[in-house]
């Protein structure tokens, strides 16, 4: 791996890659070694400004005192492949028809194929109060590297009262993630005999517990044993830091809308998601701002040397690692097809996937395709299906960090070989 930085000799001249891959995250680092894999003599740029690499679905154990925020990060150099270069530097644009993009420090570099696995925007400020709340007053987030820690030392701090999670709008990065926290921490104060104290509030912008309908009675046995209050259609619109009131807008069945406050002593929030700025004001995105891909061979629907992979993309999976573990062998095929002049061969099905941990020991495992269908990986005889399992919570404890690790940024693709499409080309 080399690595340019902005005291590099070669900025500000146009360079050349076969291969530019926008965002070292779990999409970008998956997608670059699968490529090298494929053809260990492609020159890959992966371009990212982040000084660390986080796996991000052991937050949610970190807000439960599982694991220690520093299990869940790696220096960037440390997880970008051997073959590939690192340039530290943001992309500022996009030029497609010129096969260009455009860096932070105004450097040009051209490509034959684009990648583009840049994430998903965490929307803090769209909640007004919030920016300068989180991390005091019981203010916290699993959304954050840094204050999944503060989740559990509130969490075994609090004795009683109000403890309030809230979950946006949808799409969110695993969408689990804000019930994952709720019952956590309601498993924590029922062992230490705190529940009957505390008055939990799960306030969810959507109407629905769970999107696949298949896991909520599972999910609904965890509500009424924490003795959960649900509320729908209460969308988080501003944070009051010195009264610790949370307000929210609650649509009604007319679409008339009224804001409600509820007071707090503890307040989880997921924050609202959209599409980075640098994509949904590019030529790539699609009218909600997504990189508008195809949602089977992920190439992006106008310009055929494109690609996209992660939660940035418009297909309408579950934005979650597993999708990208998924999908990152089908774009590094689909690639190495359009650097020879051929059209993509292989297919992505829609693959995500959720643990929901609904108390320390055990999860209901949600697998699931394009369209909401439930599609477990392991055998049934080892399969507890919808419903909660200790197996699920030893898989998400101990193999799967290990499979990100080891497997996924490392372009080994277990139980992840593509499809071929059906689509004709
Ligand atoms: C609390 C929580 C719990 C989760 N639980 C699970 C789970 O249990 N299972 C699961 O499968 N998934 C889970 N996820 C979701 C999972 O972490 C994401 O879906 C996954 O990380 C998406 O990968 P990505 O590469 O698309 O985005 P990311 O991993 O977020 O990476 C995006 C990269 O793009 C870079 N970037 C941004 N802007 C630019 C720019 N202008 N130029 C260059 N680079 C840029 C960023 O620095 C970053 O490195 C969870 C997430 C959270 C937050």
Not at 214 to 229: D, F, T
Not at 243 to 254: G, M, P, R, V, Y
Not at 307 to 312: A, E, N, P
Request: proline share 6%; charged share 15%; hydrophobic share 40%.
């Amino acid at each position: 791996m080399s690595h340019l930085t902005s005291n590099s000799t070669t900025e500000n001249k146009a360079s050349h890659y076969d291969v530019v891959v926008v965002g070292g995250g779990a999409a970008g680092i998956a997608t670059s070694a699968s490529l090298l894999n494929r053809q260990p003599d492609l020159n890959i740029v992966i371009i990212d400004p982040a000084n660390c690499h986080y796996y991000q679905p052991g937050w949610t154990l970190v807000g439960a005192g599982v694991f220690k925020a520093k299990q869940t990060v790696k220096p960037m150099a440390d997880v970008i492949p051997k073959k590939a270069t690192w340039v530290k530097h943001a992309i500022k644009y996009f030029k497609p028809a010129q096969n260009r993009v455009i860096l932070s420090n105004n450097q040009t570099i051209n490509y034959e194929a684009l990648v583009v696995a840049a994430g998903i925007k965490l929307d803090w400020a769209a909640i007004e109060g919030l920016p300068q709340a989180l991390g005091r007053q019981g203010i916290t987030s699993n959304y954050s590297f840094e204050l999944a820690p503060y989740t559990w030392k509130l969490v075994t701090q609090l004795q009683s009262g109000q403890a309030i999670f809230t979950q946006p709008t949808l799409p969110i990065k695993c969408a689990g993630a804000p019930q994952k926290a709720l019952y956590l921490s309601a498993d924590h104060w029922l062992k230490h005999h705190r529940l009957n104290n505390i008055q939990l509030g799960f306030y969810n912008a959507g109407d629905t517990l769970f999107g696949v309908k298949e896991y909520v009675p599972a999910l609904m046995q965890y509500i009424r044993k924490y003795s959960v209050n649900l509320f729908y259609k209460h969308n988080l619109t501003a944070v009051d830091a010195n009264s610790k009131t949370a307000i929210f807008t609650l649509t009604d069945s007319e679409g008339s809308q009224k804001n409600i406050e509820k007071p707090f002593d503890l307040l989880h929030v997921c924050p609202p998601q959209l599409a980075p700025d640098f994509i949904r004001n590019s030529p790539l995105a699609d009218e909600n701002g997504w990189l508008s891909v195809h949602s089977d061979t992920l190439q992006h629907t106008q310009y055929h040397n494109i690609f996209g992979v992660g939660d940035v993309c418009s297909t309408p999976n579950a934005k979650t690692a597993a999708a990208a573990r998924k999908q990152a062998p089908v774009v590094a095929e689909n690639v190495i097809h359009c650097l020879n002049g051929n059209n993509p061969t292989v297919a992505y099905n829609g693959y995500g996937s959720c643990p929901l941990t609904v108390e320390k020991g055990k999860i209901v495992l949600a697998e699931f395709l394009y369209g909401g269908k439930v599609s477990p990986t392991l055998p049934s005889w080892l399969n507890e299906g919808t419903q909660p399992s200790r197996l699920a919570w030893h898989l998400k404890h101990r193999v799967l960090p290990a499979v990100y690790w080891h497997g996924m940024l490392k372009g080994r693709e277990w139980l992840a070989k593509p499809l071929l499409t059906q689509r004709k080309l």
